[in-house]
C-alpha cells in the first residue's frame, strides 16, 4: 500500500507562528501531494511534489521529501486561524492516491 | 466553470432503499474517483474510472455499484443501502496520468451527507 501516514494527529498553535506536520509512506513513489480538508468540505490540493525534488515552495507553504527515508513535511509558515483544518499527505506511485487520516491544525488567534 | 459538482448535498435513507450519487465536472478530466470518510478513517477510495465507459474498484467497493457513460459525469449507486454506509461521500477528478509519472492533483466536491437509519 502507498497510504501515507501523517504525524502528529493534532497539532495545536498559536497564530504567527510555524506549523510542520510530517508524511511517511512504505512503496516507491513518482510523486507526494498535500491536500487541506477545512471542516465540512471537500479536499484542495496544496502542493505536489515530484520523486527527483527534493523541496518546494508555494507561497507560505514548504514542502521537503526525502525518498531514501520515505518521508515529506510540510510546513506552513506565520500561520493564520484560517489555517485551521485538516491535512493530508497522499503519495502516488503506479496506482490511486491513498490519503491518510490527516494531521489536524488548529490554529488559535 | 463550477468545477466539481455533487448531487445531492444531503440524504437520509432507511435500510434496504436505493439511491444514486451524481457527480458532473466540467474541467474535461479522464479520471474520476469516489471516495467516502469516516471519522478517524481518512478517505478510502470506493471505485474509480480511467476513462468514459471504464470503471475499475477501490479499496471498499462493496455494496456499491458505478457508472461513467458521459465523460463528464460519474454516478455512484447503492442498490440496498446498510447503517454501515451512513458517511460523507466526495466526488473528485483528475487529468490521466503520463506514462511512467504518479497520479495528477484531484479536484474535490464538496460531498453528499448520506445517513442510513
Known amino acids: 500500500s502507498q497510504q501515507g501516514e501523517e504525524d502528529p494527529q493534532a497539532l495545536s498553535i498559536q497564530e504567527g507562528e510555524n506549523a510542520t506536520m510530517n508524511c511517511s509512506y512504505k512503496?516507491?513513489?513518482?510523486?507526494l501531494q498535500w491536500y487541506r480538508q477545512n471542516s465540512g468540505r471537500g479536499l484542495v490540493h496544496l502542493i505536489l511534489?515530484?520523486?527527483?525534488?527534493r523541496e518546494k515552495h508555494s507561497g507560505r507553504l514548504r514542502v521537503t521529501l526525502d525518498t531514501s527515508k520515505k518521508s515529506s513535511s510540510l510546513l506552513i509558515t506565520a500561520s493564520r486561524a484560517a489555517d485551521t483544518a485538516s491535512y493530508f499527505c497522499?503519495?502516488?506511485?503506479?496506482?490511486?492516491?491513498?490519503f491518510g487520516k490527516g494531521t489536524m491544525l488548529l490554529v488559535s488567534p | 466553470n463550477a468545477g466539481v459538482t455533487q448531487t445531492p448535498k444531503f440524504r437520509v435513507l432507511k435500510t434496504g432503499q436505493s439511491m444514486t450519487l451524481l457527480c458532473a465536472q466540467d474541467m474535461n478530466h479522464e479520471y474520476m474517483y469516489w471516495y467516502r470518510q469516516d471519522p478517524g478513517m481518512g478517505l478510502r477510495l470506493i471505485h474509480y474510472s480511467v476513462g468514459e465507459g471504464t470503471t475499475a474498484k477501490g479499496e471498499v467497493p462493496d455494496g456499491y455499484n458505478v457508472s461513467r457513460l458521459k465523460k463528464q459525469n460519474f454516478l455512484l449507486g447503492l442498490e440496498s443501502a446498510a447503517p454501515s454506509q451512513t458517511s460523507v461521500y466526495f466526488c473528485a477528478s483528475s487529468y490521466s496520468r503520463r506514462t511512467g509519472e504518479g497520479y495528477n492533483e484531484q479536484f474535490f466536491g464538496p460531498g453528499t451527507r448520506l445517513t442510513v437509519l
Open positions: 497522499a503519495p502516488s506511485g503506479y496506482s490511486t492516491l491513498t
Open positions: 511534489i515530484r520523486s527527483n525534488e
Open positions: 512503496t516507491s513513489i513518482n510523486n
